[in-house]
């Protein structure tokens, strides 16, 4: 069923003519254009290149660096972040950013066994949710994410 509005708006504008007094006269513009080395009100020089937009899926995970920054703080108090952490995973087990965050801060630290497990649980818990959340690309995200850091981790391993 198309949209009423939409086509009143297009049956306005199909409508609408200019008035006399709103038409410009050809003597007008020609005068315009005397004398002018380039057509007046022509811009004829390159449109910029469209900056691109980033995915939802990189915005997500611009958002969870962003995060991990803001919740963690500098990198100068790692045991105090890996405390942090771990008494979040223990509150909420069922929450797989806490696991990718946590396996980040492993990585950082060089423990990539540890990482790897820490990832390797985020996936699991990540996978179980993207199949039954609403709002799933979070969900992807983060399992996107912690099977990036796993694969990252086994890598340093081998």
């Known amino acids: 069923m198309p949209c009423p509005y939409a086509e009143t708006i297009f049956n306005m504008s199909e409508e609408w003519k200019p008035e006399a007094s709103e038409a410009v006269p050809t003597d007008v513009e020609d005068a315009a254009h005397e004398g002018a080395s380039e057509p007046v ?3 004829f020089s390159p449109m910029p290149e469209p900056v691109p937009q980033p995915t939802v899926q990189q ?3 611009q958002f969870l ?3 991990r920054q803001v919740v963690m703080g500098s990198a100068e108090d790692v045991p105090a972040q890996l405390a942090e952490l771990t008494a979040h995973i223990e509150a909420y087990p069922e929450d797989p950013s806490n696991y990718v965050i ?4 492993y990585m950082d630290m060089r423990e990539y066994a540890l990482a790897a497990a820490d990832f390797q649980q985020g ?3 990540a996978e179980a949710q993207f ?3 609403d709002w799933g ?3 992807q995200a983060l399992r996107d994410r912690a099977l990036d850091g796993l694969e990252h981790a086994r890598r340093r391993l081998r």
Do not use: C, I, N, P
């Open 123 to 125: 996936y699991e818990l």
């Open 131 to 133: 199949t039954t959340a």
């Open 137 to 139: 690309f979070m969900a």
């Open 65 to 67: 660096k962003r995060a």
């Open 41 to 43: 009100g022509d811009d």
């Open 102 to 105: 946590r396996g980040e801060v």
């Open 59 to 61: 915005s997500v995970q």
